[in-house]
């Protein structure tokens, strides 16, 4: 599914032009819409897939919808995730903007919310705080605009799970959920520790610095050395580094019992 934007459109003759992010045009007429489209106009946003006309050589919109209500909200988070071009963020911004038009911050405190409840992926949560909090700052400004989004953090917070907490932690985003300290936010350990197969040496090294830091270091550390006993010599230097988050002790225990362990500088 693609997003565009009405450069011109003939509604006597139900046909016009779309802008796409990738910097083509394409041809769109009302016969390819899902369900009837209504009255048409420059600068409307526009969901659509596209094919090609060899006989007239240009790109044709197909499957085409409006951006509008949840629908239309969940197709523009939707889009988020995955390669665009540096360009389109704008583009969404603005189609964010035109389908939040109208609504009073009551409304769209209950569209973003809602949507937030039901329907969001823990991994599209920085990108979606971002977005929210461009779109009602456009349209709110900033005063009215940040009174809302102190608001929407609040009900992040209050209804945060293991799984958004630990995406949180990944992306830093911290003010999101309502922390605003300077530094990194030290979440609890069995959040770290269920999540254990998704950490690499670099989020290692954050926990490091933590209170109970390096003891949960030596447990993840150890996991994955256990992993690569018997593995191919590419796992197994992959894994060397971990040894480091050993204590000395534990180290060279960990030597003896696996004799056959390679160590690779």
Not at 231 to 240: L, T
Request: net charge negative; charged share 25%; aromatic share 12%.
């Amino acid at each position: 599914m693609l997003l565009g934007k009405i450069t011109w459109f003939n509604n006597d003759k139900g046909f016009g032009m779309l802008a796409c992010p990738f910097g083509d045009e394409v041809f769109v007429h009302t016969k390819n819409f899902r369900t009837a489209s209504g009255v048409l106009s420059k600068n409307q946003f526009l969901f659509f897939n596209k094919k090609h006309d060899p006989q007239r050589n240009r790109s044709v919109a197909i499957d085409c919808r409006m951006v509008s209500g949840l629908d239309g909200w969940a197709g523009l988070v939707g889009m988020l995730s995955g390669d665009q071009p540096t360009n389109f963020l704008p583009l969404l911004e603005q189609a964010a903007v035109q389908l939040i038009k109208g609504k009073n911050p009551e409304a769209i405190f209950d569209l973003v919310a809602g949507f937030f409840d039901n329907g969001l992926e823990e991994y599209q949560f920085p990108g979606y705080c971002a977005l929210v909090e461009r779109t009602i700052v456009q349209y709110l400004g900033e005063a009215k605009g940040q009174e809302l989004m102190e608001r929407l953090v609040r009900h992040f917070n209050e209804h945060l799970t293991m799984e958004l907490l630990f995406e949180v932690w990944l992306t830093r985003c911290f003010r999101y959920i309502g922390y605003t300290a300077e530094g990194d936010y030290e979440i609890p350990r069995d959040v770290l520790e269920e999540f254990s197969p998704e950490l690499g040496l670099p989020e290692l090294e954050r926990i490091r610095h933590y209170s109970f830091g390096e003891e949960c270091c030596a447990v993840l550390a150890l996991e994955r050395l256990e992993g690569a006993v018997g593995g191919a010599v590419e796992e197994v230097k992959e894994v060397h580094a971990y040894l480091e988050y050993l204590g000395e002790a534990d180290r060279k225990r960990w030597m003896r019992q696996h004799p056959d362990f390679k160590i690779y500088s």
